[in-house]
């Protein structure tokens, strides 16, 4: 990006990232040559590997960091959880709010594994009761399905309710999958003390590490089938994959830059602290909530409330195709935002924006007051420019 950029896309991948993050990308690419577990010049990297997963667990209070499997994106981390785990004949609870990395591979299972799913319809400002995922469990159903928060409206589900009503149904209980993508690095998730049993997050969104990165938190008593198979430098004469984790779901050779500079990341994080970013960035949610409501033809979706959601924002001005507003506000004040469905046509069908979906804005930790002043000039510039 050489041109001037107000950068208003974070919930799709942050931008800028932290200084330190891309200094430690660059000395792990330029440092780390070689495979961990493989000879002895891997021995670097393998520390380096490690010291990254003890930072994301105890970011998320996993306890244990062999439980925390490195992957390439949440989607990975979600394809994992979901067709390592599920069996024929299982049913699934989830809701209307899911995004393309739940709703594809569940569909999946659906056509070609014999599995059951029941989406749980939110509002349509996106809420979604415990009650009414709780009461659309099953004897049968193995697995229960949260978006922590929409990337649409950024509505945040009652994720220690459900696991709350789940435990207390005891052994054999369903378990819990919880989809981070828009909250971990901004929200505090502790996945011992909420009962989470499975959390996909990924690297390169609010934790502010590069993109090729996230995780999957695998509690203790939980075994999937690994999505792919390989070396894993160790255990090498056993004919099926070994049961050792985190081996067990890591096979090949991994981002090692990339995941170096993640553990980097959860440490800048961390040092900012959750609540000082959660607090800029419901400012910022506050003043483009405010700037919007007041300029004519708007129409906001989702609650627009800070203490419902996340600092993600859908609108859509009247009488234009988000596509345009989109376009107008990139061409002609280097303002990007993200328009269209967001990977997620459930969540509009559901707050009725589906097919053409919404402009959608989001800030983060690099956000200033004067991007959004900006971002408000430009749309209330649109309508100028339209006659409006
Ligand atoms: C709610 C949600 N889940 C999952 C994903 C997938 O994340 P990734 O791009 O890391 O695969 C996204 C990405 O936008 C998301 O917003």
């Known amino acids: 990006m050489s041109e001037p950029v107000i950068y208003l896309n974070n919930a799709a991948t942050s931008w800028p990232k932290p200084e330190r993050v891309i200094q430690k990308l660059v000395w792990a690419a330029t440092e780390l040559l ?9 021995v670097r990297s393998e ?23 490195f992957t390439c994106n949440a989607t990975a981390a979600l394809n994992l959880a979901i067709s390592g785990f599920l069996a024929p004949g299982d049913h699934v609870v989830t809701t209307s709010m899911d995004h393309n990395s739940v709703a594809r591979p569940l569909a999946r299972m659906e056509d070609t594994r014999g599995v059951s799913v029941t989406r749980v319809e939110a509002d349509s400002e996106g809420v979604v009761t415990s ?21 649409v409206t950024g509505t945040i589900q009652p994720v220690q309710e459900v696991s709350a009503g789940l435990r207390s149904r005891g052994e054999g209980r369903p378990r819990l999958l919880v989809d981070a993508a828009q909250t971990a690095g901004v929200f ?21 590490g590069p993109s090729g990165t996230g995780f999957l938190y695998l509690a203790p008593d939980l075994v999937l089938d690994p999505l792919f198979e390989g070396g894993t430098g160790g255990q090498s004469t056993l004919r099926r994959q070994p049961d050792l984790l ?61 203490r419902l959601q996340m600092a993600v924002v859908s609108f859509r ?31 509009h069908r559901t707050i009725g924006s589906f097919p053409e979906g919404t402009v959608r804005v989001s800030p983060g930790l690099f956000t200033t007051e004067s991007d959004i002043a900006a971002l408000i000039d430009g749309v209330r510039k649109i309508r100028e420019v339209r006659g409006a």
């Open 317 to 347: 001005l009247e009488g234009m195709d988000p596509a345009e507003v989109g376009s107008f506000l990139e061409e002609t004040m280097g303002i990007q935002v993200r328009v269209g469905l967001h990977c997620s046509p459930m969540s």
């Open 188 to 208: 505090p998730i502790d996945v011992q003390a909420w009962g989470i049993d499975m959390l996909a997050v990924p690297g390169h969104k609010a934790l502010y």
């Open 34 to 42: 070689a495979t961990p577990g493989r000879g002895s010049a891997g």
């Open 47 to 69: 520390r380096v590997i490690f010291e990254a997963r003890e930072a994301v667990a105890d970011f998320v209070g996993a306890g244990d960091s062999s439980r925390i499997i």
């Open 246 to 306: 985190p081996d067990r779901y890591e096979s090949g050779t991994p981002n090692i830059p990339g995941i170096a500079a993640l553990g980097e990341a959860v440490g800048y994080i961390r040092e900012k602290g959750l609540e000082q970013i959660r607090r800029h960035e419901t400012a910022l949610f506050d003043l483009i909530v405010s700037g919007l409501e007041k300029i004519p033809g708007v129409t906001l979706f989702g609650p627009c409330d800070s």
């Open 131 to 151: 009650a009414s995922v709780l009461d659309a469990v099953r004897p049968e159903t193995a697995l229960v399905i949260l978006t922590h928060a929409s990337n």
